[in-house]
């Protein structure tokens, strides 16, 4: 049952700490999403990938967020310096992209800087 | 810039009645996107529309696309608890793979 993995589940780190999640996405898929929830602003689009290329990650915070794909099975997400306003959950989505398919979603990362 | 909202922000309804969330994009869309996601989990894929004026039906969900392709609904009929969740939305526009999605409309049912 192919599914988007993501690391760790939680993560609770104080202020000023770097915090790096982790994205497995599924097998073949060439395109991946990093996405932002919280009550307030709902799902944020932060940055997405196709074969690896960074494509847009015109909503991410360009001073303390990185993302990147070390290789097909992985991408990353980090924040340094972490502060609390990043408390939320970020998901990560897989898809293959031809025209008009589908984004996998994983479990999601539940951060809280303290 | 692009900006997709939806209406209503939570809906309580009784068992057995109908449902229906409206989803309004800023911009013309290529193709829309439905998820639903249950609450503490994450947004699955329901359903995608990509021509004018379609209309896409699972079991008792059924979906729009509007003609001028800024505006979509979703219809739940005779609702169950296992409905419930939130409902967004996601679109796209054209000579990008960003979906942008919906602000969801939460979807409670009473037994």
């Known amino acids: 049952d192919a599914r988007v993995t993501q690391t760790p589940r939680h993560k609770v780190t104080e202020m000023g700490q770097e915090v790096t999640m982790r994205c497995q996405p599924i097998?073949?898929?060439?395109?991946v999403f990093w996405y932002r929830q919280t009550m307030m602003q709902g799902l944020e689009l932060l940055a997405y990938?196709?074969?690896?290329?960074?494509?847009?990650d015109s909503g991410m915070p360009k001073d303390r967020f990185s993302a990147e794909m070390p290789d097909a099975t992985l991408a990353t997400l980090k924040i340094q310096p972490s502060e609390p306003r990043d408390s939320a959950v970020y998901f990560c989505?897989?898809?293959?992209?031809?025209?008009?398919?589908?984004?996998?979603f994983g479990q999601g990362t539940r951060l809280t800087v303290v | 810039g692009q900006q997709v909202m939806q209406i209503p922000q939570y809906q309580h309804v009784q068992e057995g009645e109908d449902f229906t969330t409206y989803c309004n994009s800023s911009?013309?869309?290529?193709?829309i996107q439905w998820y639903k996601q249950r609450p503490g989990g994450h947004p699955v894929f329901l359903i995608q529309?990509?021509?004018?004026?379609e209309v896409k039906k699972q079991k008792r969900l059924t979906f729009q696309f509007g003609e001028a392709k800024k505006n979509s609904s979703l219809h739940i009929t005779a609702t169950q608890t296992t409905d419930v969740g939130t409902y967004f939305c996601?679109?796209?526009?054209?000579?990008?793979?960003?979906?942008?999605f919906g602000t969801g409309t939460r979807l409670k049912v009473l037994a």
């Open positions: 990938f196709r074969n690896r290329a960074p494509l847009d």
């Open positions: 989505a897989s898809g293959f992209w031809t025209v008009n398919t589908e984004a996998f």
């Open positions: 996601a679109g796209r526009t054209s000579g990008t793979y960003k979906y942008i």
């Open positions: 911009t013309t869309l290529s193709n």
């Open positions: 097998l073949g898929h060439n395109t």
């Open positions: 529309l990509v021509k004018s004026g």
